[in-house]
């Protein structure tokens, strides 16, 4: 019998937001208050951990954002943009984890 990957992906964004949602809620940095010129100085391991974080902080949002959604739909029926959203989250997670494993 095959299960269908609606059920996964709300429980993966679900186990995502109660995982996130434990951490210290800290306010995400501003990415564009950053000057150019400071990005240019970086080493590439400090740019590697500023991609990572930025991109760790943007899906700190997306699971937030989510998490909304999904609280707003009812029981029977989610919508395109909640899938659409999951999707989303579990992409930039498996960048991050494999980003994070090259270290």
Do not use: C, F, G
């Not at 029977?76 to 579990?90: G, N």
């Amino acid at each position: 019998m095959r299960v269908s990957t609606l059920p996964k992906l709300a429980l993966a964004a679900w186990l995502t937001t109660t995982a996130l949602a434990q951490q210290p809620q800290t306010p995400p940095p501003d990415q564009k208050a950053a000057p150019a010129a400071d990005q240019k100085q970086m080493t590439p391991a400090e740019k590697r951990k500023a991609d990572l974080q930025a991109d760790t902080d943007r899906l700190y949002k997306l699971t937030q954002e989510l998490k909304v959604e999904v609280e707003k739909s009812n029981k029977d029926t989610l919508s395109i943009s909640v899938i659409k959203k999951a999707q989303e989250i579990e992409r930039l997670a498996k960048s991050i984890k494999e980003r994070s494993k090259q270290q």
